[in-house]
């Protein structure tokens, strides 16, 4: 396999590993150990290491070596509070433009959602779960037609990650949860509504509301 095709097949999984919390945060990243997880030489580990500091997933340690950039509050605020707006202007603007097309993808999206609930249940697969959530709010989003935009809204995302996976451990299968699957039903009627000013308010109070609970378990 060429070096390059190595460096971006381990930047993938490293930055999925990091993300779903795999590697938690401040783990150092020991070389010896991911050339066997990955199945790579050095170089494209470098290579794909110094990607995700650029990303600030990773931190050079000791000069050195690396390890997975820890968590904080101050970022947890910031990156939530960034998030929440960056969506409310999406979901405005995917009102504004989306067609019939975009309405079908929605119900389809929310009814794959609302049918693996189960995997939220003891044992379950989370990450299959969060694919699933991601593409229903990916599925609202995509209205918005703009592509800049949607970039933005992926890197934010993807920053929270690590964070939304560590209220999805503490909340699957309880009273949160089930708050969080209403208001992705209420999401949707208002979005399907064409009522902005509910949907943008509605995905605001989505995202900011676990940002709450998560600075408590910090």
């Given at each position: 396999?060429?070096?390059?095709?190595?460096?971006?097949?381990?930047?993938?999984?490293?930055k999925?590993?990091?993300?779903?919390?795999f590697?938690?945060?401040?783990h150092?990243?020991?070389?010896?150990?991911?050339?066997?997880?990955?199945?790579?030489?050095?170089?494209?580990?470098?290579?794909?290491?110094?990607?995700?500091?650029?990303?600030q997933?990773?931190q050079?340690?000791?000069?050195?070596?690396?390890?997975?950039?820890?968590?904080?509050?101050?970022?947890?605020?910031?990156?939530y509070?960034?998030?929440?707006?960056i969506?409310?202007?999406c979901?405005g603007?995917?009102?504004e433009?989306?067609?019939?097309?975009?309405?079908?993808?929605?119900v389809a999206a929310?009814?794959?959602?609302?049918?693996?609930a189960?995997?939220?249940?003891?044992?379950?697969?989370?990450?299959?779960?969060?694919k699933?959530?991601?593409?229903?709010?990916?599925?609202?989003?995509?209205?918005?037609?703009?592509?800049?935009?949607l970039?933005?809204?992926l890197?934010?995302?993807e920053?929270?990650?690590?964070?939304?996976n560590?209220?999805l451990?503490?909340?699957?299968g309880?009273?949160?949860?089930d708050?969080?699957q209403?208001?992705?039903?209420?999401?949707?009627?208002?979005v399907?509504?064409?009522?902005l000013?509910?949907?943008?308010?509605?995905i605001?109070?989505?995202?900011i509301?676990?940002s709450?609970?998560?600075?408590?378990?910090?």
């Amino acid at each position: 396999m060429p070096q390059e095709n190595s460096a971006a097949k381990v930047l993938f999984h490293l930055k999925q590993d990091i993300l779903t919390g795999f590697f938690v945060a401040g783990h150092k990243l020991k070389m010896s150990a991911l050339k066997e997880r990955y199945q790579v030489g050095v170089n494209p580990l470098r290579e794909a290491l110094s990607q995700l500091v650029v990303m600030q997933l990773v931190q050079v340690h000791d000069q050195r070596g690396y390890r997975v950039c820890p968590v904080s509050q101050t970022e947890l605020v910031d990156i939530y509070d960034t998030r929440a707006h960056i969506e409310s202007l999406c979901v405005g603007l995917a009102i504004e433009r989306g067609d019939e097309a975009w309405e079908a993808n929605i119900v389809a999206a929310a009814y794959r959602l609302q049918s693996n609930a189960d995997l939220l249940k003891a044992d379950g697969d989370l990450q299959a779960w969060e694919k699933l959530h991601q593409g229903f709010h990916y599925a609202i989003v995509k209205g918005c037609g703009s592509e800049e935009l949607l970039r933005v809204r992926l890197d934010l995302y993807e920053k929270a990650s690590r964070y939304r996976n560590l209220w999805l451990k503490h909340n699957a299968g309880h009273g949160a949860f089930d708050v969080n699957q209403m208001e992705h039903e209420q999401l949707v009627t208002a979005v399907l509504a064409r009522d902005l000013e509910s949907a943008k308010k509605l995905i605001f109070k989505h995202i900011i509301v676990p940002s709450q609970v998560l600075q408590g378990l910090l």
